[in-house]
């Protein structure tokens, strides 16, 4: 199990430093992708459990509202872009709506599973994308972002097998309180070493703020994807990436964090 795992991250993690590196359409359509991956896992996971959810309406609109958006990133729509923002944030909802008239057996919570999977899943992992086109410290802080939540995860999981007693939730058994904290502190270390090649651009202030909200976001992100595997009774999103489960598992921290990230430093500009 291990040589799997290592072999992945040996492959994946110079993809990802190398496309975070390059940025702008590329880089977008990587986040794409894994938006892509997320939201078939996140539908395979609920027919596990035998969840309704409109699956067209989550693959075509889970990937059109946040390709829309990146292309309002690049300037295709410069008058009139929060408008079609707008647009394009309540097209998913009108469509999931629709499309339920069209089923022999009606049900709200497909409904509700739909557009939990876009605008829950697809619409924050966007973010990703939005944060690296951030100017002039987009990339900077992408890479503080991944780093921090590597770091976090990993603090949080040795502190836990070491020395964690007191279970966090129900929802994951093995995630303690000790590995949470652990975690939480690894998020500060994490941000203010890298802060020392970024105080152009990284404030102090700024630099606590968004170590709090990978300690606490990151860590409540991961739990959500617990909750939804446990109601259907999986252990992985799937065994895509051998060693690491599914896109889902790798990246659900961002889920939270990404818009968390992304807003607190266009707010504190």
Known sequence: MLLPRILTAVIGIPLVVYLVNLGGIPYSLFILAIIALALYEYATLLRMGSRPVQVPVLMVFGLLLPAAMSLGNFGVYREGGDNYAG???VL?????????????QKYLERIAFTLMGVYGLAWPLWHMAALRELRPDGKGLTFLMLVTVWFMDTAAYAAGRAFGSRQLSSISPKKTWE???AGFAGAFIAVFAIRVFMKDTLSAPLAAWLAAAIGVGGQLSDLAESMIKRAVGAKDSST????????LDRFDSYIFVAPLIYYIVVIAR
Do not use: D, Q, S
């Open 87 to 89: 647009l394009f944030l």
């Open 92 to 104: 998913p909802a009108l469509a999931a709506f629709t499309a339920e008239f069209f089923y022999k």
């Open 179 to 181: 590995g949470a904290i």
């Open 240 to 247: 895509l990436l051998p060693g690491h489960g599914g896109v």
